[in-house]
C-alpha cells in the first residue's frame, strides 16, 4: 500500500515538473475516476449484467495476470453506457461529481 502511494506521488510530481498536472488537480481527478468506477459495479440504476461487466473487469485488472481481457470487458460495459443506457450514467455521472 505504502509503495503505491509512495509511487502515485513520485507521478505526480514528475508530471508537475514537466508542466502537466498539480498534485492537487491529479488527486482530483484519480478520486473522481475511482467514484465513478465504483459506481458503475454498484449502482442499482444500472441492469445487473452491466455492473457485472465492470465488476468483473476491474477484478482482472486489480489481479497480477494481465491477458488483455480487462480491456476488452471495459470497452464493452462503455459502450454500453453510451448506448442505450446514456440517461442512465450522465444521472449517475453528475451525482458522483
Do not use: Q
Request: charged fraction near 20%.
Amino acid at each position: 500500500m505504502i509503495h503505491t502511494v509512495t509511487r502515485s506521488l513520485e507521478l505526480a510530481a514528475v508530471l508537475s515538473a514537466i508542466g502537466g498536472l498539480s498534485l492537487l488537480v491529479f488527486r482530483s481527478r484519480v478520486s473522481r475516476w475511482l467514484r465513478l468506477a465504483k459506481a458503475a459495479a454498484t449502482d442499482r440504476r444500472l441492469p445487473a449484467p452491466v455492473r457485472w461487466v465492470f465488476r468483473c473487469a476491474l477484478l482482472i485488472k486489480c489481479s497480477p495476470i494481465d491477458f488483455g481481457i480487462d480491456e476488452a470487458l471495459l470497452l464493452v460495459g462503455v459502450a454500453l453506457l453510451a448506448g442505450p443506457y446514456r440517461g442512465v450514467w450522465s444521472e449517475i455521472r453528475n451525482e458522483v461529481r
